[in-house]
């Protein structure tokens, strides 16, 4: 009987053993698999590695070679010479480098220039005709919607994103839509009167 048992016990701890045994193998292979492919995608994101993109900005198509980890912000400023989004704080908190991507307020120092690939990007720039202001541009102007600058044209890109998906927001919807951009100036009344002044001039009020 004593021995009956030791050779059940025998049996059970081999069986468990070359069960445990098959999951470690089925482990380390997956690990493997893993591994090769987490190289793979360093490869790829390498972000030393120069790799061409092009960029479709104020409607003008620019080929040009980066690095992947270079913001749009700096590839705009520093490649392009298209100057009118600042550098602030370069961590999306002020709002001084807002473009637009596609119609939409976007913080240029975070997003990446090769993610940019097959979108339309407008800048401030980009709203003039020739030497004549845009809609939002001459508001600012009119209601003095500025005081050092710095931060303006951020606010005014931010407005016009506004303005093309929403042509007659309300008070609060003004404040909430230019909420992400900061005026160390505190600016603000005459800012939430340009985007109305905006509204008039773009024909929505």
């Not at 021995?3 to 053993?17: G, M, Y």
């Not at 994103?161 to 309300?170: D, E, V």
């Amino acid at each position: 009987m004593e021995e009956d048992n030791k050779n059940k016990h025998i049996h059970l701890t081999r069986r468990s053993f070359f069960s445990t045994m098959g999951m470690g193998a089925a482990t380390v292979v997956a690990s493997n698999n893993l591994a090769a492919w987490a190289s793979e995608e360093n490869k790829v994101m390498d972000p030393t590695e120069p790799t061409k993109i092009t960029l479709k900005i104020n409607g003008q198509t620019h080929r040009i070679l980066v690095e992947p980890r270079w913001s749009l912000l700096f590839v705009l400023r520093e490649h392009l010479g298209l100057s009118a989004a600042k550098t602030g704080c370069e961590r999306g908190e002020c709002g001084a480098c807002t473009v637009l991507i596609d119609n939409v307020p976007r913080y240029a120092c975070m997003t990446l220039a090769v993610e940019a690939q097959g979108t339309e990007i407008v800048t401030l720039e980009g709203l003039m005709k020739g030497e004549e202001l845009g809609h939002v541009q001459q508001a600012f102007l009119e209601q003095d919607a500025f005081q050092c600058g710095y931060c303006t044209p951020g606010q005014i890109m931010a407005a016009d994103g506004l303005l093309r998906s929403n042509p007659k927001p309300t008070d609060g919807e003004i404040r909430k839509g230019m909420s992400g951009n900061l005026c160390r100036c505190g600016a603000y009344h005459n800012i939430f009167q340009a985007v109305n002044r905006a509204v008039e001039l773009k024909g929505g009020g």
